[in-house]
């Protein structure tokens, strides 16, 4: 399809592990966000990156979480030493530029269940 | 305070009444809104963008904004069972790169009554 797809739809780990999250983007999309969304606190930014760019620009304080990079429409979340609070959807979105104007595509989410 | 606002809902309308949708929003130079509609453990899918004062329309749906007052809103007509599902207001939040990070509301239930 031409839509964003992520994998896996669900995931369950022990807290404490490390859990990677997989996201293809649309074709020739330069920019990869990733948001995470719960019923307590809606949908927050979780990081993004843009363009070839291997590493993320992450806006989370606690440093757990980081995007790689390693083909221009694939990034992979990676969340370390998972927590409880880590439950969640976690959303990726692309957008063929990376300016504010350019709407975003979701895919349908990855599901994350912390144990 | 948040930095995007609406109402949780549930807002329950009849078919075929208009339904209304309400967003704030606490960043005065934000530039992007967006109004995106998500069916349960579906993508958030965009349905409406604006970028300037004013009405914008399309088919059933009018997207409002008023930035000096800091209010977005969506106006749905003709109200459908099949819009019934959470909106979500977002926002693009100026920031020295224009990363094009969205920031969003909590979104809006709306039940459509057959």
């Known amino acids: 399809g031409a839509g964003v797809s992520q994998s896996p739809r669900y995931k369950v780990a022990k807290r404490g592990r490390d859990v990677a999250l997989r996201c293809d983007s649309i074709?020739?999309?330069?920019?990869l966000y990733w948001y995470r969304q719960t019923l307590g606190q809606g949908s927050e930014v979780l990081t993004y990156?843009?363009?070839?760019?291997?590493?993320?620009k992450s806006g989370r304080p606690s440093g757990r979480f980081s995007a790689e990079r390693p083909e221009r429409s694939v990034s992979t979340l990676k969340i370390q030493r998972t927590e409880q609070g880590d439950s969640a959807v976690y959303l990726c979105?692309?957008?063929?530029?990376?300016?504010?104007?350019?709407?975003?595509?979701f895919g349908d989410g990855t599901r994350l269940s912390i144990l | 305070q948040k930095e995007v606002e609406q109402n949780s809902g549930p807002l329950s309308v009849p078919e075929g009444a208009i339904a209304s949708l309400n967003c704030t929003y606490s960043?005065?130079?934000?530039?992007?809104f967006f109004w995106y509609r998500q069916y349960s453990g579906k993508s958030p899918e965009l349905i409406m963008s604006?970028?300037?004062?004013g009405d914008k329309e399309d088919g059933r749906f009018t997207a409002q904004l008023n930035k000096a007052s800091q209010y977005v809103s969506l106006l749905i007509r003709d109200s459908q069972p099949s819009d019934s599902a959470t909106y979500l207001c977002?926002?693009?939040?100026?920031?020295?790169?224009?990363?094009?990070?969205?920031?969003f509301g909590q979104g809006t239930t709306l039940q459509v009554k057959p």
């Open positions: 979105a692309s957008s063929l530029y990376p300016r504010g104007w350019q709407p975003q595509h």
């Open positions: 074709s020739g999309h330069v920019t």
């Open positions: 990156s843009q363009s070839d760019a291997q590493r993320d």
């Open positions: 960043d005065r130079g934000s530039q992007s």
């Open positions: 604006i970028y300037s004062n």
């Open positions: 977002a926002v693009n939040k100026r920031d020295s790169s224009n990363t094009g990070k969205l920031i």
